[in-house]
Nanobody, 115 residues
Framework: QVQLVESGGDLVQPGGSLRLSCAAS????????MGWFRQDPGKQRSLVAT???????NYADSVKGRFTISRDTAKNTVYLQMNSLKPEDTAVYFC?????????WGQGTQVTVSS
C-alpha cells in the first residue's frame, strides 16, 4: 500500500507561481507512474501531468509550457511546479500513484488563482 500526502496549495494571484509536493510512504522508485490530477466541484477529475519510473513525463495541453512535474527519489516526493497561473487553474489538486496496477490517491490540496 502507498500513502500519499500533498502540500503546497494556496491562494495566488494570476501570473504567480506555486510548487505542490506529494510525499509517498514508500520508495517512488518502485512506483510505475505518479501524477497530478485536478478537480473542480461538479466536474470530473482530469489529468494535469504524470511521470513514470523511467522519468518520462506527460502533460495536459492546457498546462504545457507552464507546469513542470519532477521527482526526488531520495525524498520519495513528486513535485508540480506551476508558473504563469491562470484563474482556470483553480481546483483541488490530487496526487496519484500507480503501483502494480493499483491506484492510490492523496487527499488533495486546494489551489486558488484569483486577484
Amino acid at each position: 500500500q502507498v500513502q500519499l500526502v500533498e502540500s503546497g496549495g494556496d491562494l495566488v494571484q494570476p501570473g504567480g507561481s506555486l510548487r505542490l509536493s506529494c510525499a509517498a510512504s514508500s520508495s517512488i522508485s518502485t512506483i510505475n507512474t505518479m501524477g497530478w490530477f485536478r478537480q473542480d466541484p461538479g466536474k470530473q477529475r482530469s489529468l494535469v501531468a504524470t511521470i513514470t519510473s523511467l522519468g518520462i513525463t506527460n502533460y495536459a495541453d492546457s498546462v504545457k509550457g507552464r507546469f513542470t512535474i519532477s521527482r526526488d527519489t531520495a525524498k520519495n516526493t513528486v513535485y508540480l511546479q506551476m508558473n504563469s497561473l491562470k484563474p482556470e487553474d483553480t481546483a483541488v489538486y490530487f496526487c496519484k500513484a500507480v503501483k502494480l496496477w493499483i491506484a492510490y490517491w492523496g487527499q488533495g490540496t486546494q489551489v486558488t488563482v484569483s486577484s
